[in-house]
């Protein structure tokens, strides 16, 4: 069993339509990144949070340390969403390795 | 663009030689760190650097190694190569190590 886990592994939906993906994690961690992994293979990071919730443009990241759960949703999801979307837990500053979960591909269909 | 240059873009190479992955980190940026993408074993973390001194070790085979140099570009030296050493290698750089990563574009490693 992975130490980080995404759900779903493939996610296609329809332009315009909510999305929601999502991240567990059964280590301890001091933050969550959250990447974007285009189609041509480059990587932008989109977020890294440590807890709450962060928000840019249409994208919103939460996490809950508790639950050890993270969550990555897109508002009025467009065909230039689509992508390969990646969590990766940070174990601790000071040890900086990343884990990284399998990615969630998503395809929105125009 | 993410300020994180990475040479040579694609690599071709046979089994048993050895290669160097060059990265620029973004201007500023004092950590430096080593991914490899394969399609069977997804990201994984190599190696980390922050500003010359090796701060965190990953998944990283004896047979490569690397280092950060004093202008802060790091290289990442692959020998004996594989077939399974085949894969997207990324170098990502941040100010600090509790700063986002910015990405290079990877470098495209096939062994033949």
């Known amino acids: 069993k992975n130490e980080v886990e995404q759900s779903p592994q493939n996610l296609t939906a329809q332009e315009g339509e909510f999305i929601t993906i999502n991240c567990s994690y059964s280590?301890?961690?001091?933050?969550l990144h959250w990447l974007q992994q285009h189609p041509g293979g480059g990587i932008v990071s989109l977020f890294m949070?440590?807890?709450g919730k962060k928000k840019h443009g249409r994208l919103i990241a939460t996490i809950n340390i508790q639950e050890k759960h993270s969550s990555l949703h897109i508002t009025a999801s467009h065909p230039r969403d689509s992508a390969v979307y990646i969590c990766?837990?940070?174990?601790?500053?000071?040890?900086?390795?990343?884990?990284f979960g399998t990615g969630t591909r998503l395809t929105i269909i125009p | 663009d993410s300020g994180v240059t990475q040479t040579p873009k694609h690599l071709i190479t046979a089994t048993g030689q050895r290669v160097t992955l060059r990265c620029s980190p973004r201007?500023?940026?004092?950590?430096v760190y080593w991914y490899q993408q394969s399609l069977d074993q997804g990201l994984q973390f190599l190696i980390q650097?922050?500003?010359?001194?090796?701060?965190a070790k990953g998944n990283i085979l004896e047979r490569f190694s690397a280092q950060q140099f004093p202008d802060l570009h790091s290289e990442l030296n692959l020998s004996s190569l594989e077939l399974g050493d085949s894969a997207l290698y990324f170098c990502?750089?941040?100010?600090?190590?509790?700063?986002?990563?910015?990405f290079g574009d990877g470098t495209r490693l096939s062994i033949l």
């Open positions: 650097y922050y500003n010359g001194e090796e701060r």
């Open positions: 949070l440590s807890s």
């Open positions: 201007s500023g940026d004092l950590s």
């Open positions: 990502a750089s941040s100010l600090h190590p509790d700063q986002p990563q910015h």
């Open positions: 990766a837990a940070l174990a601790s500053f000071g040890n900086e390795k990343l884990t």
């Open positions: 280590v301890g961690i001091s933050a």
